[in-house]
């Protein structure tokens, strides 16, 4: 059974830092990323990343947020800095099976960032 599970959501003034854990289990994953929705807008992502390392990040988050992953952990991270009160949403946690090449969510954890 394939399980992802977040964790590291906050509340946090805008200008701080947070970091968000996603611990996957039940198989290889080929990709795995974070996902963000905020009330009323669509699910968007913020940034992916493959096992080899090769990383994609939203324009929007690009120099203040960084993506990393531990493969020996199956667990993906997503390191957010100067914060801005835009970047309050929900996170989800998104990984894709090497085979078969199934998507899987996490449940979602709060960032609110305070102006």
């Known amino acids: 059974q394939v399980q992802l599970v977040e964790s590291g959501g906050d509340l946090v003034q805008a200008g701080g830092s947070l970091r968000l854990s996603c611990a996957a289990s039940?198989?290889?994953?080929?990709?795995m990323g974070w996902y963000r929705q905020a009330p009323g807008k669509q699910r968007e992502l913020v940034a992916a990343?493959?096992?080899?390392?090769?990383?994609n990040i939203a324009d929007s988050v690009k120099g203040r947020f960084t993506i990393s992953r531990d493969n020996a952990k199956n667990t993906v991270y997503l390191q957010m800095n100067s914060l801005k009160p835009d970047d309050t949403a929900v996170y989800y946690c998104?990984?894709?099976?090497?085979?078969?090449?199934?998507?899987?969510w996490g449940q979602g954890t709060q960032v609110t960032v305070s102006s």
């Open positions: 998104y990984a894709k099976g090497l085979w078969p090449h199934n998507d899987y």
């Open positions: 039940g198989t290889i994953f080929s990709i």
């Open positions: 990343i493959t096992s080899d390392g090769s990383t």
